[in-house]
């Protein structure tokens, strides 16, 4: 940079607000400042001159003359300087006395408010972006500048609630060059450039002269023309949203609306602000809404436009008390002034906070010293309630529906989550040929777990079935009324056991030398018992059978024991550890295997088996030993062992 | 909270007369709502999936998808024409689908760095492009999970991953999530998450995802570390009841909300206090079917349900204070929403518009309506 400070120094600031203006216009960013070697402070970086190019909210304006909009945005960036310094200067009186056409803090966007808070900041060598820009005299380019950390961009927390993207700083003239907006841009040297080159272009005369005395730039001059135009075009195209930006916006003020309607519309706003909700409603946003309602107007909807300046004055109202309130909470979490509930979802913020360096108290400092003169501002929701524009209508307690629902809960919801076959309405999926929906609604599939569970599952299901046939007493056929039956059959078994063990076994005792020569009456009773059992199941081969039996009858006639298909004979004798079976019944399929079975079931071993088919009479003698400690009575083995056989296929 | 909470306030103002004078019945209610502008859009068909299109140089730009029982479905792409006010559906990019979708999302790239991309799933995760001219919708890649070809059970749903758009994690029925990078066309993970039916997934970071399923859990997973999920929350009453849908705020990572089954609440839940949601939100007056978080605001979401309503929810004084906040809603009662929209019919499907935060769209019945919040 060719220029000498001195010269810098002699610039009036008009001419470089102006230069502001006309770079960050183009370039159609959100603000711009220039940094300078403060005066007062040697070797630290401070506010020189600034230009606000972004989200405005209200207009305040004494004049009704139609402005140009560069002249608008001169005007508000001195606004809003004003602003600043009658808050800095800490004096709530001097409200009153300035112009009522002067902004007051709830005016404000949250941009604007980060810009006019940017005025306080000083930046000593290499601290902040400014600072290092300076230090190193190269560009420094922030990205995401709301998610910075604060050690590098000490204002990332106020970027954030601005919603301020990309930050960028170019050491120039002496001080430093810093440009901020919404929208997130990469870095790009061009633009570096561009902005550069800007300052020189201008068609000012203390810009022309500027450009003659810097030799190296002149030279650069034609080049960067080329440059420029490309840069400046292919930014128009990446940004579409601000295509309509200035020459629409400027109207806004003049609008249908009257701005003194605007300015009962925003009071009136101001009573409605009892609330004490907050949100995150960021401006960044509302000035895409802005850009939505530029281009509808231009489309010519303009029976929407109307409606859609004041919705627009809302959000930013409604933003801004919530930035205030943003702005409340850190001065709690600093240094405990304020007299604002915290905001809870500043949580994250607080964190933040309480970690700051002391450079960062500045911030925190700053904010503290301009809010206290402040009135206390309401946080509100950040949606509309009154706009015609909106589509939804304020919540309100006993509101009702139309009509009520009756119908089945989320119904198509569960259909498209559970039902899978109504999804393929009947039809296989290509992949899927001869399984059944059924298998899939089960959840199975290729892995492995899934699969043996189901196996499980399926072999738990025929444990099931089985069961429900040995019990009579089931009659549903839900697992669990199967279980519950089951146990109350066992009880009643055991009991009945007992009872009859009891008197069994002595009648055992008694008998044992007896045996052959007198039938167990025991036995008898029980075989008549058992017949009885039998022949309550109402089959008619067993009245024809007897009858052949009786034929038939032989000595041990009185030994047998009617059945389905023919006599059965049990006999059970217990000498001390041995047990001795004895059995005459028709021979079916498997049968001698179940009464071994059955037999080992009562803890027997079986030591020896006899046993010959003969004309479809089985004659069996099993003796076996008591393999545990666990002793049944005879009489229970020979009811379990009629039961095996009596039982039909 | 300082100043005077509850009711809001000086209403109506402004505008036209009659509003002033009006009762605040239904009926009433339901003129005024018809005087301000609402965009409809009607299908030949019930509408199911349905999502906003993010890219910048399509706005007011929506894909629809039928509900059709079997396998010959629909899907549109409808667009607001802001000269005419209609929502109107370009005929060339209507396309075939397989069987109803479940989901469908556009690519969550608001810069426009990819190509024109939306995922749909339904028995698989099927991508499609919209070629640049916009004369047609063709199908750019079919994602199948399963390497097992017996098996292709329906994905119940999917979400692409804000921070790196090349990832999708699906949903399946089949107990798994799986993570797909679409720009390899591969599977980067796939887990088993759930003892059953897992019925929604959302991203709520790079590598970071939740999902609900039938056994009634909400368990967050990370990529770096897929031995151990977290469980945050189970459902209650009954123990065990499936948790049907999942929205996770992109704003504020710390909240999540949930669906129950057939139930009229919503649970929104924080992760850094497992098991105790932060608040439930009652006001519904039947089951809630979709929910959607504001992708501007960290503390507003939208809910709708078979009550044909949707409401806009204010969250921010269920902040940190959790117990006091917690007890003292209860005390009144619960959250109350701040805004309401009843529909004609009971609202299916629910998307807020990341790109333009001011609308959300509902799909009821065959209509398709875009709402300025």
Known sequence: ?649 | MGGSGGAVGVGERGGTPDRRSSEGDGEDEQQKQQRSEIYTYEAPWHIYAMNWSVRRDKKYRLAIGSLLEGYGNLMEIVQLDETTGEIRSDPALSFEHPYPPTKAMFVPDRDCLRPDILATSADFLRIWRVADDSSRVELRALLNGNRNSEFCGPLTSFDWNDAEPRRIGTSSIDTTCTVWDIDREAVDTQLIAHDKEVYDIAWGGVGVFASVSADGSVRVFDLRDKEHSTIIYESAEPPGTPLVRLGWNKQDPRYMATIIMDSAKVVVLDIRFPTLPVVELHRHQASVNAIAWAPHSSCHICTAGDDSQALIWDLSSMGSDQQPAASAAAAEGGLDPILAYTAGAEIEQLQWSSSQPDWVAIAFSTKLQILRV
Request: glycine share 6%; aromatic share 6%; hydrophobic share 35%.
């Open chain 1, 1 to 649: 940079m060719a220029v000498d400070p001195e010269m810098r120094d002699e610039l009036p600031e008009k001419p470089l607000r102006r230069q502001l203006a006309a770079t960050v216009r183009t370039i159609q960013w959100s603000y711009a400042i220039f940094w300078s070697t403060s005066a007062r402070q040697p070797g630290v970086l401070a506010w020189s001159d600034g230009y606000y190019n972004g989200d405005i909210k209200t207009r305040k304006t004494t004049q009704s003359v139609e402005l140009k909009a560069d002249q608008m945005g001169l005007q508000r960036s001195e606004q809003l300087r004003e602003l600043y310094e009658s808050l800095s200067a800490g004096d709530s009186n001097q409200q009153m006395r300035r112009p009522c056409a002067s902004l007051s803090p709830e005016d404000l966007t949250h941009t604007e408010w980060y810009y006019l808070v940017c005025m306080s900041f000083t930046f000593t060598l290499g601290q902040g972006l400014p600072g290092k820009a300076f230090a190193n005299n190269q560009h420094v380019w922030l990205s995401n500048a709301q998610f910075a950390d604060s050690r590098i961009f000490s204002r990332s927390l106020l970027a954030k609630s601005a919603s301020i993207q990309t930050v960028a700083c170019i050491p120039f003239m002496g001080g430093v060059l810093e440009l901020g907006t919404t929208e997130s841009i990469l870095e790009d040297a061009a633009v570096v450039t561009q902005i550069t080159s800007f300052f020189w272009e201008l068609p000012l005369p203390v810009c022309s002269e500027q450009s003659m005395s810097s030799p190296q730039m002149a030279d650069d001059d034609d080049d960067d023309d080329d440059d420029v135009d490309d840069v400046g075009t292919s930014m128009a195209l990446e940004d579409q949203n601000l295509i309509t930006d200035h020459p629409i916006r400027c109207p806004f003020a003049l609008h249908s609306f009257a701005p003194s309607e605007q300015r009962e519309a925003v009071h009136d706003k101001a009573e409605e602000l009892h609330s004490d909700h907050r949100c995150d409603c960021s401006p960044g946003d509302s000035f895409q809404t802005q850009q939505l309602e530029d281009m509808l107007e231009t489309e010519g909807l303009n029976c929407v436009s109307q409606t859609q300046n004041r919705q627009f004055g809302d959000d930013e109202l409604i933003s801004l008390n919530s930035n205030k309130h943003a702005s409340m909470s850190v001065i709690r979490a600093s240094s405990a002034v304020g007299e604002r509930t915290r905001h809870p979802m500043l949580d994250n913020s607080k964190h933040v906070l309480l970690d700051l360096d002391a450079g960062d108290s500045h911030y925190a400092n700053t904010v503290a010293t301009i809010l206290r003169s402040s009135k206390p501002v309401r946080s509100v929701s950040c949606f509309l309630k009154v706009s015609r524009k909106s589509n939804f209508m304020v919540w309100r307690r006993g509101m009702t529906t139309p009509k009520p629902f009756t119908g089945a809960p989320q119904k198509l919801l569960k259909k498209m989550l559970m039902d899978g076959e109504w999804l393929r309405g009947g039809h296989q999926p290509k992949c899927q040929e001869g399984n059944e929906p059924k298998a899939w609604r089960l959840g199975e599939s290729g892995t492995g777990h899934v699969l043996s569970e189901r196996r499980s599952r399926e072999k738990l299901n025929e444990k099931f079935l089985v069961l429900q046939s040995l019990i009579p007493s089931v009659t549903k056929v839900d697992k669990a009324s199967i279980l519950g039956d089951t146990i109350e059959y066992l009880k009643d078994m055991e009991r009945r056991v007992q009872e009859l063990e009891s008197c069994r076994e002595s009648s055992l005792e008694l008998d044992a030398k007896n045996r052959r020569k007198h039938p167990d009456v025991a036995e008898r009773t029980s075989d008549n018992y058992g017949s009885k059992e039998m022949m309550a199941n109402g089959r008619k081969s067993c009245s024809i059978k007897r009858k052949t039996c009786d034929a038939g009858e032989t000595e041990a006639e009185h030994h047998w024991v009617l059945s389905r298909d023919g006599p059965i004979d049990v006999i059970v004798t217990m000498k001390e550890e041995e047990v001795v079976v004895e059995i005459h019944c028709p021979w079916r399929e498997c049968l001698l295997l179940e009464i071994v079975e059955s037999v080992s079931n009562f803890h027997l071993d079986p030591l020896s088996v006899q046993s010959s088919t003969v004309d479809g009479v089985l004659a069996l003698i099993v003796k076996s030993k008591f393999r545990s400690a666990i002793v049944a009575s005879p009489g229970m083995i020979k009811r379990s062992l009629q039961r095996v056989i009596g039982k039909c296929l």
